[in-house]
């Protein structure tokens, strides 16, 4: 859930970490160039991959364009669920957590189901796993509005516990239609729930990060959830998660430039 399984990741763009690249300067410490959204998040979280230097790209990379009429099939999906009592998890929570983020994103995150904070604001990863995911997302070069976030349940679970296979069950179908309506080149798992009820199979997510699996056509990246990074916050484990988002975000330029 945001709240429960938990990772960063995220990486620079490819190519980035490891070089002799530079941040530029002004004499009294301030950037001369308008440093885009995200980067010194990026910066962040590659300092603690131990990356001592970075390169500002001078073109911007690149940036979702939505489809004509694009939110459109997106907002049809939120109207058919409505004030949704299909379950009981309508019973305990504050608000439905549809979901956030571009609605003809390349790229989308599916994690586990909202946490405490997510209920109270309404929003995916709001929390300290969904600061973490912003830092990932980042790290790849892109922001939050670029990629499309969403959850296997919409509702928070009570004491933060896995969704039941009834609750799953009842909820599928609209994150389905979501994924149709958006249209993403490719998609990440964050954890084992979410790649488990994706793949239709048992998944430890220990052993199955980093692979790149399938749902319905498209690419699927496995990777350890926002929440599970917080957790064990290794520089092994951020090495690995940085690894698998460089991979996706690779394929995903690919497919557009294809």
Do not use: W
């Not at 530029?24 to 440093?35: A, E, H, K, N, Q």
């Not at 073109?59 to 379950?87: F, H, N, Q, W, Y």
């Amino acid at each position: 859930m945001a709240g429960h399984e938990q990772v960063p990741g995220g990486g620079a763009s490819p190519g980035s970490s490891g070089g002799s690249a530079f941040l530029r300067g002004s004499r009294d410490g301030g950037m001369t160039d308008p440093v885009r959204p995200g980067v010194l998040e990026q910066i962040r979280f590659l300092h603690e991959l131990g990356v001592d230097a970075l390169r500002l790209p001078g073109i911007p990379g690149p940036v979702v364009t939505a489809k004509a009429g694009a939110a459109g099939p997106l907002e049809a999906v939120r109207r058919d669920l409505g004030p949704c009592t299909r379950c009981a998890l309508s019973e305990g929570r504050k608000n439905i957590v549809f979901g956030v983020g571009h609605p003809s994103a390349r790229l989308m995150f599916i994690g586990e189901g909202p946490g405490e904070e997510e209920d109270r604001q309404g929003e995916p990863f709001v929390g300290r796993a969904g600061k973490l995911l912003d830092r990932m997302i980042a790290a790849i070069g892109l922001s939050r509005e670029q990629v499309y976030i969403a959850n296997i349940v919409k509702c928070r679970p009570p004491g933060n516990r896995n969704p039941h296979d009834d609750e799953i069950a009842t909820c599928f179908g609209f994150l389905v239609a979501q994924i149709e309506a958006i249209q993403p080149q490719a998609l990440v798992a964050l954890g084992k729930v979410a790649a488990s009820v994706l793949l239709q199979e048992p998944i430890a997510i220990t052993r199955a990060r980093g692979q790149m699996r399938e749902f319905r056509g498209i690419p699927l990246m496995l990777t350890f959830h926002p929440a599970y990074l917080l957790r064990q916050y290794t520089r092994q484990n951020r090495q690995a998660v940085y690894d698998d988002l460089r991979q996706v975000k690779a394929l995903v330029d690919q497919a557009g430039s294809g």
